[in-house]
C-alpha cells in the first residue's frame, strides 16, 4: 500500500467528488482466475475508475442476523463454495482491511446498529471480481453484511444513509445477480466449464428486460417491492440474497447520476451477469 493510502486510513479518508457505485453479476467462482468475457469486463471498469481510498462491498455471500461490518487488518479469503479446481481454492486475495472505513461505515449509518465483525473476511462474492479489478490487492477492502431479516425496502433504504462515504473517495459495490435461480441452472455438457455459455430462459430474459426497464425509469420502489412483479421474477429471484446487492447500489443513486450496463448476458439459463455502473453525468 503506498505513502498516501496508508496516511488516509490513518487520519480518516480524505473528500473527493462522488466516486461512481458499482453492483456486478458476480457469476461463478471461476471467473476469479479465468479470462472471458465476464472478466475482461471487470478487469477494464478497474483501469477506467477513479483510484479508490477504499472499498465496500456488499455480497450476497454474507447473510447476518443485523447488520456487520468487517473490522479487521487483514481479512482472510473465504473459500465459500465447492467442486472447483484445486487452483481456485489455492487462490488467494491479500487485500488489506480498514478499521478505519469500518468505524466511519458505523458511524454514517444511523437506522440501525453496525456491529463490527472479525470472523469474516472477503467471500467470493467480493474477492472474485476484485481480483480481476485490483490485481494488486492494494486497495483496503470492508465488507458490509446483508441483515436477512429485513425486507427489501430495508435495505435500499440502508445504502441512501451509505452515501457520504462516496465522496470520501470510498467504492461501494454491490455484487450478487439480477437473475439467480440455481436450482434452474443447466448446464448442456454436464460440466461447471460450461457454466458462462451465453444463453436463458425466456423468463430469465423478461425479467432481466424488466428489471433494466424499472432501473432506467428510476422506479425503485417497484424493484423493491420485486415480489409484486410477475412469475417471471418470482423464478428471477426465489431467495432475496443475489438481488439485494443491486437495490444497495440504486440506492445510491443521486439525481445528477447516470447508468451504464456491462457485462450484460445470460448464462446457464437461469442466471444473468448484468453489471451496472452509476456515475455522475456529464454536463
Known amino acids: 500500500m503506498g505513502i498516501g493510502n496508508l496516511n488516509q486510513l490513518a487520519n480518516g479518508l480524505s473528500s473527493t467528488d462522488a466516486m461512481p457505485v458499482l453492483f456486478v453479476g458476480h457469476g461463478s467462482p471461476m471467473n476469479a482466475i479465468e479470462d472471458n468475457e465476464f472478466s475482461r469486463g471487470w478487469h477494464a471498469m478497474g483501469q477506467t475508475l477513479p483510484r479508490p481510498n477504499a472499498i465496500l462491498c456488499i455480497s450476497a455471500h454474507w447473510e447476518t442476523r443485523g447488520t456487520q461490518v468487517t473490522a479487521m487488518e487483514k481479512p482472510p479469503t473465504i473459500h465459500d463454495f465447492g467442486g472447483f479446481p484445486r487452483q481456485l481454492f489455492?487462490?488467494?486475495?491479500?487485500?488489506?482491511g480498514s478499521p478505519r472505513l469500518a468505524q466511519e461505515t458505523r458511524d454514517t449509518v444511523k437506522s440501525a446498529p453496525v456491529a463490527f465483525d472479525d470472523g469474516w473476511g472477503l467471500d467470493h462474492g467480493c474477492w472474485s471480481v476484485l481480483k480481476q479489478m485490483?490485481?494488486?490487492?492494494?486497495?483496503?477492502?470492508?465488507?458490509?453484511?446483508?441483515?436477512?431479516?429485513?425486507?427489501?425496502?430495508?435495505?435500499?433504504?440502508?445504502?441512501?444513509?451509505?452515501?457520504?462515504?462516496r465522496r470520501k473517495g470510498v467504492l461501494i459495490l454491490g455484487s450478487g445477480n439480477m437473475v439467480h435461480n440455481l436450482r434452474l441452472v443447466r448446464l448442456v455438457s454436464g460440466s461447471v466449464e460450461d457454466f458462462n455459455r451465453p444463453y436463458g430462459f425466456d423468463w430469465a430474459l423478461e425479467a432481466n428486460e424488466l428489471f433494466k426497464k424499472l432501473i432506467n425509469e428510476d422506479?425503485?420502489?417497484?424493484?423493491?417491492?420485486y415480489k409484486s412483479l410477475g412469475s417471471a421474477v418470482q423464478l428471477a429471484v426465489p431467495t432475496p440474497e443475489h438481488y439485494l446487492p443491486?437495490?444497495?447500489?440504486?440506492?445510491?443513486?443521486?439525481?445528477?447520476?447516470s447508468i451504464t450496463y456491462f457485462n450484460d448476458k445470460p448464462?446457464?439459463?437461469?442466471?444473468?451477469?448484468?453489471?451496472?455502473?452509476?456515475?455522475?453525468?456529464?454536463?
Not at 267 to 283: C, E, F, V
Open 219 to 225: 422506479r425503485h420502489r417497484e424493484l423493491a417491492n
Open 267 to 283: 448464462l446457464a439459463g437461469s442466471l444473468t451477469m448484468t453489471s451496472l455502473k452509476i456515475d455522475r453525468a456529464a454536463i
Open 134 to 165: 485490483y490485481p494488486a490487492a492494494d486497495v483496503p477492502v470492508v465488507q458490509l453484511s446483508l441483515d436477512y431479516t429485513q425486507p427489501a425496502q430495508y435495505h435500499y433504504d440502508l445504502a441512501k444513509e451509505l452515501a457520504p462515504l
Open 90 to 96: 489455492e487462490a488467494q486475495y491479500p487485500a488489506p
Open 246 to 257: 443491486m437495490l444497495y447500489a440504486l440506492g445510491l443513486k443521486e439525481e445528477r447520476d
